[in-house]
């Protein structure tokens, strides 16, 4: 029987499990964590691979700073960080990581091998659940490898709370995703089972990252944003409305190039398209916000993802207007269709008349559905008739 009233210090290991349940909740977060140390460490080039949806293994190859091989096991010590050093370096935070919990944390729930160099003789360690098993001499390519074997292996209620494998894959290639936008001018590469998802040029160029996420054709129909004031800048694209997705999720903020999750700043992207969307409908968006550190606290969750902004709500009014006023000069182009539509059937709403195409009753519909579907085809006739007249005169 467990004595209650004796207080002791949990050994490192455990300690270090128990900070794991917040930072490493599934393979994305072990990905994202150590993305991010390569960032921090001034790489150019991140290289992230995967086998089954990372399970079996995740690596990470970056061509950064390296850590000298006197210091690497400290690197595995709980709130051991070169990233800060004194109580107020925490209110102007600069990296991404600054809690030193990320490494501890991820070799305390998998087989952890890290290769580093920081240019002259290299250096090479072993961690299994936690506990270290050997350091050696390697490579002496600067910059640094890790790679996670067996994840969650000794943590099974974890293993088993995971979601399938191609589910976890869409949650690393999201995470993955969202770091290259935050920073353009790293070139990324992803592969998973050895095929590769995605490859960014690393030219400081936001749209050939969008284009290499979403596409060409949708990256086409994204327009720039930008707006200034002293303490305070935001850039970035935007989808025009007829470009959406049926969840928020295309939406990405980065504030001083970290990828946060923030829902009033996310409702202020949503509200500068005003009445333009279709209900449940969302744009695509990546907005850079420039912001002084000093006005960000990133110390409220061990994910770093939720931040507290003291500008918030004037942050939240700068993206509205800047994405209404850009969705405003677009719309004076003019649209044949649109135009055609309104002359013929002046009765009927504009917005039912530009959504007929993307109705699509099923046999099962209701009458609504259906009365809009016969609409659609008579107009689609109509057009056709009008066409064809016009091409005989
Ligand atoms: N890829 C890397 N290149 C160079 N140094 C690294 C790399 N990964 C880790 N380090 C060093 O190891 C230290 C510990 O890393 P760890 O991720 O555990 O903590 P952190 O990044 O400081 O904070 P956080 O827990 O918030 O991520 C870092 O502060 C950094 O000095
Ligand atoms: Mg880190």
């Known amino acids: 029987m467990v004595n209650l009233k004796q207080i ?64 690497v096991q400290t690197a595995f010590l709980r709130h051991a960080t070169s990233k800060i050093t004194e109580q107020r370096d925490l209110f102007r935070v600069r990296t991404l990581g600054f809690r030193g919990e990320a490494l501890p944390s991820i070799s305390s729930v998998a087989d952890v091998v890290l290769k580093t160099s920081t240019g002259a003789m290299g250096t090479e360690v072993t961690y299994k659940g936690g506990k270290f098993v050997s350091q050696s001499a390697s490579e002496s390519r600067k910059g640094t490898t890790v790679e996670v074997r067996s994840l969650f292996y000794n943590t099974p209620a974890r293993l088993k709370y995971l979601s399938s ?3 976890e894959l869409a949650k690393i290639s999201d995470i993955v995703n969202r770091l290259a936008l935050s920073h353009p001018e790293v070139a990324f590469s992803f592969t998973s089972n050895g095929r590769e998802l995605l490859r960014t040029s690393g030219r400081g160029d936001l749209l050939q990252v969008l284009g290499a996420i979403y596409g060409v054709k949708t990256v086409s129909k994204m327009v720039p944003i930008q707006s200034e004031e002293p303490d305070l800048a935001i850039n970035g694209f935007v989808s025009l409305p007829e470009l ?4 928020r999720n295309y939406i990405s903020l980065i504030l001083n190039g970290r990828f946060v999750r923030n829902y009033p700043l996310t409702r202020a992207v949503i509200d500068g398209y005003g009445s333009k969307l279709m209900i449940g409908r969302f744009p695509i968006a990546v907005i850079n916000i420039k912001l002084d550190p000093a006005l960000v606290d990133v110390n409220v969750h061990p994910t770093k993802q939720e931040v507290r902004i003291s500008e918030e ?13 850009m969705l405003a000069t677009k719309q004076l182009i003019p649209d044949a269709t ?36 016969r609409l659609r085809v008579q107009i689609w006739r109509m057009m056709i008739q009008s066409l064809s007249s016009k091409e005989t005169i």
């Open 8 to 71: 002791h210090e949990l050994p490192p290991i455990l300690a270090n499990q128990i900070s794991a349940g917040e930072v490493v909740e599934r393979p994305a977060s072990v990905v994202k964590e150590l993305v991010e140390n390569a960032i921090d460490a001034h790489s150019t080039q991140v290289d992230v691979t995967v086998e089954n949806a990372g399970l079996k293994l995740i690596k990470v190859v970056d061509d950064g700073d390296g850590i000298d091989a006197d210091q």
């Open 165 to 167: 494998p191609n589910t």
């Open 338 to 373: 649109r135009d055609f539509l309104r002359n013929q059937f002046p009765a009927v709403p504009m917005i039912i008349l530009q959504n007929l195409p993307r109705l699509v009753p099923s046999r099962k519909g209701s009458l609504y559905l259906r009365c809009l579907l």
């Open 244 to 247: 959406t997705r049926a969840s």
């Open 313 to 325: 709500p004037k942050l939240g009014h700068m993206i509205s207007n800047a994405i209404r006023q």
